[in-house]
């Protein structure tokens, strides 16, 4: 019984590794589209592909308006992936994995006294 319920922790911690390593990637593709498309923006806002670098527009507000809001997007993104990185934030997921193992362990002694 015990051995079982090892292998199911081991499963679930590898599973839990294998989905933040995912997230994490998700995050580096997202910032990457990010950084291409906001810079192709911007180089064609500049006028760079009509009229090469001889007469390049000042850059205005409107010009920053996508980079700025998907910005706000993608830091949501990272906070969320990188959220173990902030102790606060890391001391309450701690606290929150430690109850809730506490909770299955109470549920699993309950369920082998019956």
Same mark, same amino acid.
């Given at each position: 019984?015990?051995?079982?319920?090892? %292998? &199911?922790? &081991? %499963?679930?911690? !590898?599973?839990?590794? @294998?989905? +933040?390593?995912?997230?994490? +990637?998700?995050?580096? *593709? /997202?910032? *990457?589209?990010?950084?291409?498309?906001?810079?192709?923006?911007?180089?064609?806002?500049?006028?760079? =592909?009509? $009229?090469? =670098? $001889?007469?390049? &527009?000042?850059? +205005?507000?409107?010009?920053?308006? *996508?980079?700025?809001? #998907?910005?706000?997007?993608?830091?949501?993104? #990272?906070? *969320?992936?990188?959220? &173990? +990185?902030?102790?606060?934030?890391? /001391? #309450?997921?701690?606290?929150?994995? @430690? %109850? !809730?193992?506490?909770? %299955?362990?109470?549920?699993?002694?309950?369920?082998?006294?019956?």
């Amino acid at each position: 019984m015990e051995l079982k319920i090892m %292998e &199911n922790f &081991n %499963e679930r911690k !590898y599973k839990q590794a @294998k989905k +933040k390593v995912k997230e994490e +990637k998700d995050f580096y *593709t /997202h910032l *990457t589209v990010y950084i291409v498309i906001n810079l192709v923006l911007i180089i064609m806002n500049l006028g760079v =592909f009509q $009229s090469g =670098f $001889s007469d390049i &527009n000042i850059p +205005k507000w409107p010009m920053f308006t *996508t980079p700025f809001f #998907w910005g706000i997007g993608l830091f949501f993104h #990272w906070i *969320t992936v990188f959220k &173990n +990185k902030f102790p606060f934030l890391k /001391h #309450w997921e701690d606290k929150k994995i @430690k %109850e !809730y193992m506490e909770k %299955e362990e109470e549920d699993i002694k309950r369920r082998q006294n019956f």
